[in-house]
């Protein structure tokens, strides 16, 4: 009743909104390690959850809000294998049952005095969580298929993307800006070379596939293989919010970027990025040097994700207009639009040529 | 326009709001003393009101918002027994008529130039108005019955809950959470006994009367009545926003706590707290030692009402479940929502039991 | 979903919210001087706009979101006569037109790629810019008549007024507030005297002849004019948002304040303010003299504007009432929401005197 709506009195072709939701699927709520003794409260799809380890070391995911008086849990204590509120001391398992009610003559347990619990796995160093706790999950989360190979190591980090899960991920996969936006730091260093990707569809996922890349020229590419070599190089995106970029690099350097995303809420994305890597240089020196760079790639791509974010909510939705070389941005979208109705097609589906397109970088 | 619904993934049964608008009624404004020459900005039910006190000393509250171009009056500054606005310099008096515009050749008077006046009551050193400007107010604003009354000393304190006036009443009126939240300050220190409370409705009121149960043995409890005796407890709500605690322990000592509440918006309540005792300790011992312990447990009954009111905001609203032993928060909530439909017995109706409660304390 | 609306328990009468919004118009984006070799972000209307200049000199305005993926393209660079974004690079000319995309093998052209321009005008140190990309204007932006005239000085000042376009219009007009508000400022330091207004009505515009007045008795007043003499005084308000208050006093004093105001959103307003004079005192003297008074003034406006339009949004619109001597503030909104509907009378309809008015300042 205060603010009138802004006129924006740009021609006013109605505007879409990338925002999805897919509870039905499985989502980084932290690494392991930040789990020990206190409860831990996570955000995601806008859905307050508390996390906590019972002493036997079991990671459990609540609503975070107590079913008694819904302050939440997360301003509690974990006694045992139970989570107790903070408020009037009510204790629930891990599967939300509440156990305990100081003061009360008769039974703690009752129907109505359970708090919706959400199937949670550990793995990979990650605690997931199944978004949907009225579902028994009909899959496992994404692994890192590499880590702990031999020969390979693992970098891990966390970082916030201020943008919804579609703009955070077509950025992650997108080419042409890494030659502008990042110029020197990865591509964008030398002349420009013409190469050509295939893009392929999958039912869970689409893949674009580089043929006839050199090796990048900015200062990471000449770290990661000093000494050339033919070069391969993939995109992928995994539903419900997997990005993988992929190199093979002659003989020796093979590098896996894994970021997983979560959706904190429609307008805020955490990317828990894994890469995996076997280099001839050694591991200290791969995270030495390329550690401060990949962070300075990402704050660029954190300052347009929040400035794109920010124009999208001020005009209401997002009035993109997209070329031949924004390979992925579409796919993508279709992906998760069909993953938000339930209408992926079957597991067993064959892959699909989409097109194939050439771009300069 | 810019974000959308938040999903809360949990069961969505439709919540409830505990949020009360009952403006036939009398609330505390201010401390007396808090009104001197300067007028006096205060919110009551989402309404701005200035408060004044004319060169004579009477107070009076009108709408917080000059008819002529709608800048607050309490801007402005007192003209003998006049507010004057700051802007144009209109001058109205306490019954909110406008006696003079500078400039104009004119009449000043007019009916269309009033500004809404609120009924003003001066006791027991509170400014009391009466939050309908269309209504005379039907009966006098609740006393303190034992301030001033031989032995009895009189301590006053003024404190802001960040919750509903609902959640505000029940978290004063509860006495689970003392032995859990406030462990050791008040009870909680002890092993706990088993106690029986009845419940009555009286027309304007609901009262718990508790049998059986011993001196509270946390440190207030040790400080109050350090002989010990027979205790009797009452708590009591009374419309539309008075909460009282009294305790008789032994012969000598006894002690009522009023909490009168003024609803400042839909989730934010401001407590004018009066305790009235009558102890064998000094008053000043009584002060000293009572007041820190009495902050301090408002200290963190403050931080679960934010905490519960940030959780029920985000959430749309409430789900609670109740047990036996939430003793007052129920009876509560149905005077008041009767006392907004004006819906109340009359007066004179006899009370009634509404049923007797066992609880561990 | 998460707050309740205030229920104000003041008698409700439907509240006006005086919010226009004229597209087609000439509003300052910024001082000339302002627009150098980067883009400059300004809002009008609500609608987020990028100004820059290219090598050649020339200003152009564009709708502040770049057609691909909707970052401002304010975060990039100017190119020669291009601006380029910073998030892929897109080239756009001052037409909107995009002119390359790095990466893209095909051409950068194409209707759908373009980005809104907005008409500008380089006039008297300011960048006016048309506020409807759709339409070609149809009349020229105001001038400052009597900028560079010889024996003229000109100062000018931007200031932020936290109102609306009509209230801090209003305000620039208003006569009575100066002798009450500005009191020793302006006016309002001696005896109030009676004065005669006359109001006429113009096509685009509203004036009011002030008859009767004496030189102000206020410190600014006899800065101005040390001799006295006969004082002839107008107020006018030309559409879309310009006020001018102009003084001749004597032979020697002539002054024009112009404040072109700029509605950067629905609840804020950039005033540009220039004030040409020719008096008897040296021009140095008079800005080391007027400007801190000017300013002083100015603030005490800025926070009875920021007051009202704070209350304004809490009630939800406005509940004014008038007198005889809120003289512009009626014809004032007249214009302006005629303007707004487009049904404004022929530029060649004869002016009207809508009455005269005595007042006492």
Redesign the interface.
Known sequence: ???????????AAKPN?S?V?I?RAWYIACAAGELRGRPLAVTI????LVLFRGTEGRAAAL???C??????LS?GKVEGERLQC????WRFDGGGVCRA??????EAE?R??RV?AYPVRELDGYVWVW????TEPDREPYRLGLDGKPGYATVHRRVVAPGTLHATVENALD???T???HAGLFRGAGE?N?IEATVRRFPDRVEADYQGEPRPEGLAGRILAPGGGVVRHWDRFILPSISEVEYAIGEDAHILVSAMATPV???ETVLHAAVCFRLRIPTWLVRAVLTPIALRIFGQDA??LR??RD??????G????????DILGGPIWRLLKEAERGELPPADAPPEVLRTV????
């Not at 009610?101 to 008769?106: A, D, F, K, N, V």
């Not at 978004?131 to 009225?134: I, L, R």
């Not at 050439?358 to 970088?361: D, H, I, N, T």
């Open positions: 009743m205060t603010d009138l709506p802004n006129v924006l009195t740009a021609p909104l925002v939701r509870p799809l806008g859905t307050p609503l975070d809000r079913a008694h008086r819904n302050v939440p301003l903070a408020y009037h001391g009610i100081p003061g009360l003559c008769g009752g109505g005095r919706p978004m949907d706790p009225e080419v042409p800006h030659a502008f936006l420009p013409l809420s429609d307008f300052r347009m400035h794109q124009t999208i909510r001020r005009f209401g997002e009035q993109y207009v997209s070329t031949d070389i050439s771009l300069r970088v």
